[in-house]
C-alpha cells in the first residue's frame, strides 16, 4: 500500500532518471510537478483511486501522470520506472542529490569513469578520478566528497514528520486490537527530535501474544526482523525500523522513562538513583538490598518503589517530572532537582503565524483563503510574506505588484475584521546584503523579513557580511531560516552564526525558527545559544498552503527542545505587544 510521499518518490525518481537520460525537460518537469501535487496532497491517492475521484483535475496531473498513479497505487509498482533503469542505473538517484553533482555530471561520471553508486563515487573522488573530468575541478571534488561523509551521517534518519505520516497509522491500526489497553511512542520520537532513526512502540496488554500477533500481520510490514515473548521487531516498507514491546502496568512507566531516553539523560538518572540506594531500569526502580553494589549489572532487585507511572519514577529520584523535549541532558536533571525547569512554549501559546506565501508568489492558496485558514488556527495576526522580485522562480514581486497586492489585502482585511493582516515580505538578501526592494517600500510594510535563497556557496566570511550588512538596515525586523539548511538535504551554508545572532541582538532583529519540517532552522542548540544572547525569537510556519499552517506544532516543539518559554517567542505576544516589541 502507497503513501502519497512514497508514490511522489517514485515519480521524482523517475523525473531524475529522464533527466540524467537527456531527456526533454518538458517531460522531466512533469514528474517533478506531479510529484509536488501528490506528496502533500491531504487526501490518498490511493483515496481518491478507490472512489474513482477525478485524478486529472488535479494541479499538474495530466492523463499519463494519472495512469501512473493509478498503476502505483493498484500494482504498487510503475513500468515506466523499470524500464527506464534498465538503461540508467537506478542507484544514480541518490548521486544527484549530492551537493556539487546533479543530472549532467552524473550522467559524466556515469558513462565516462563506470561510476554507479555513492560508494564507487567516494572512491573515485578520494582517488583524484573526479577532478580531471571536463567541467569538475578540484574544487567540485571536494565538495562531493564532503557531501558523501554528511550522507553517511544522516543515513537511516527520517525527518520527524515523515516518520509522522508512517508512525500515525500504525499506531491507530494498533488501538483497533481489543487487547492493547494503552500505547505510547518513546524513543527520539518522542522526545520530537528532528531526525529518528527507529520507533520504539510501548503497550500494555494482558496477553502479549495476541498483540504481538496483530503488529507483524500490519500491512505495511516488509519484514519481520524478531518476534518472540514480549517484543518484536519490523522493518516497514518504508524503511522505518519499528521496535514493540508489550509491558504489564506496574513496569510502563519505568519502560517509558527508559525507552525515551535520551542514553545521556538516563545515564545522569542511574547516578542520581546510586546515590540514593536506589537501581533503576526498564522495570522500574528498586532499593538495592544492603550490600549490594548498586551499579553492579547483575544486581538482585529488592523492593519496588517506583515504575508504573513516569511520574513515579522521577519522584522516586526526588525529581519533577521532565518534558521529554527536555531529556538531553542539557541541564534539566539540574533544573528538575531544583524546582527550576522552565515553562515550555506550547502550540495554544502562539498568537500568529509570521511567514506565509500566498499565490502572489510561490504559495498555492489566495490571500483570502490564507487568512480564513488563519482565523480557523485562532490567531489574531499574520504577516503575509511573499517573495521579492529577485526569486523569479517563485514569482517574486516588484513595488508595483506589491501594490496590487496591498489593494488586496486591504480588501481581505475588511472582510476580516477578526484578525490583523500584516504586510510584509520575505525580502531576498542580494550578493552584496542590500535588499532587493525600495526602501520607500521597505518603509511601508509592517514586518520585514530577510533571508537568503541564492549564492548558497560564498566564504564563510562573505556570507557572514553578507548578512551582517542585511541585519543592519535599520527597517530589517526578522531574519527568517537564518542557516539554510535542509534537513537531510543540504547543509547549512558557511558562516559565522556567533557573530550574526550578535549583530541581531545589538540592532534589535528577532531570527525565525522556521516551523517547516524540513528545515527547522534554526534548531534546537542554536535556539539555546540565541536566547542566551538574548536575541528575539518569532516561530512561523513558512506555509505554502492553508495546510500548512498547521506545521506550527514542529517548531513549537522544537522550541521547546531549546527550552524556549512563551516570554521567549515573540508572536506568542498579543498583536500590539509584538508590533512594540519588532520595532525596538
Ligand atoms: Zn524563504
Redesign the pocket.
Known sequence: MMENTEIAKVLRDVGTLLEIDGANPFRVRAYENAARTVEPHAVPMRTMVESGAKLTDLPGIGKEMASHIQELVTTGALRVLQDLTREVPYTLVEMVRLPGVGPKRANKLWRELGVETIDQLEAAAKAGAVESLAGFGKKTQERIVRGIASLKKRAGRFRLAHADQLVEPLVEYMRTHEGVRRIEVAGSYRRRMETVGDIDLLVIARDPQPVMDHFTAYERVKKIELASGTSARVMLQSGLQVNLRVLPPASYGAALQYFTGSQAHNVKLRRRAVARGLRVSEDGVFRVPEGEDPDAEDVLSGERVAGASEEDVYAALELAWIPPELREDRGEVEAAAGGKLPELVTLDHMRGDLQMHSTWSDGHDGIDAMVKGCVERGYEYLALTD?SKSLAMTGGLDAEALREQWREIDEVQAAHPEIRILKSQ?IDILRDGSLDLADEMIEQLDVVLV?I?SLFDLPAAQQTNRILAAIRHPAVHIL??PTGRLINEREPYQFDLEEVLCCCKENGVAVELNAHPSRLDLKDTQLMRARELGVKIVIST?AHRVRDLDLMHYGVEQARRAWLAPADVLNTRPLQELLGSLET
Do not use: I, P, V
Request: aromatic letters at 0%; hydrophobic letters at 15%.
Open positions: 517573495h520575505e533571508s535563497h527568517a531560516h513558512d
